[in-house]
């Protein structure tokens, strides 16, 4: 949560280095094939000047990116306080490696952004590397069940086929296990 892959201090870029390392070494240990961590981009903290936050994000995810790789892990970047999703686009496409991609949250995407989800997905689907799927009311990011609140899973299901883009790691995240069945029973109807 305190973490920074973008921070202009580079004290702060250290340490969110260092938790990321432990984070691989972990998730290497489990025998994870895949890791999610956050961009850290505000656009408020970097006076929408996002060619800021991507020099500095960069210096993290070097070494980082080459952690995962020697462990045989994938690292996507979540969306979180976007509106748009090129400084996601852009980090990706600057580390350009087959070890690096991007995680589309449902959620986070139904309360920050400010584009269509038609749009979202063609910036970023060459990238996508996991899909987290949970639903909220475009107020709260309440975690509700797909299908319990107001975004168009329709929509996201027949725009990602269209693009040709269907082979993602796929995470329900929601926060009971009967929220888990219900969530899986209305994915598997759509």
Not at 106 to 119: C, E, R, V
């Amino acid at each position: 949560m305190d973490l920074s892959p973008g921070a202009l201090d580079p004290l702060i870029r250290r340490v969110t280095v260092e938790r990321f390392s432990q984070t691989l070494n972990i998730a290497g240990l489990l025998g994870a094939g895949n890791v999610v961590f956050h961009s850290g981009y505000e656009k408020w903290k970097y006076e929408h000047r996002t060619e800021i936050w991507l020099e500095r994000s960069l210096r993290t995810w070097e070494p980082v990116v080459t952690q995962a790789e020697a462990k045989g892990l994938t690292i996507a970047i979540e969306n979180i306080f976007e509106e748009e999703p090129e400084n996601l686009r852009m980090l990706a496409e600057a580390v350009s490696s087959r070890n690096f991609g991007l995680c589309f949250d449902a959620g986070h995407f139904n309360l920050f952004s400010t584009i269509s989800l038609k749009q979202w997905l063609s910036i970023v689907s060459p990238y996508l590397l996991e899909l987290h799927l949970h639903d909220n009311d475009g107020a709260r990011d309440s975690h509700l069940p797909p299908g319990k609140g107001v975004f168009d899973f329709k929509a996201f299901f027949d725009d990602l086929e269209a693009l040709g883009t269907d082979n993602f790691i796929t995470t329900v995240e929601t926060h009971s296990i009967d929220d888990v069945r219900e969530s899986i029973r209305f994915i598997s109807a759509v």
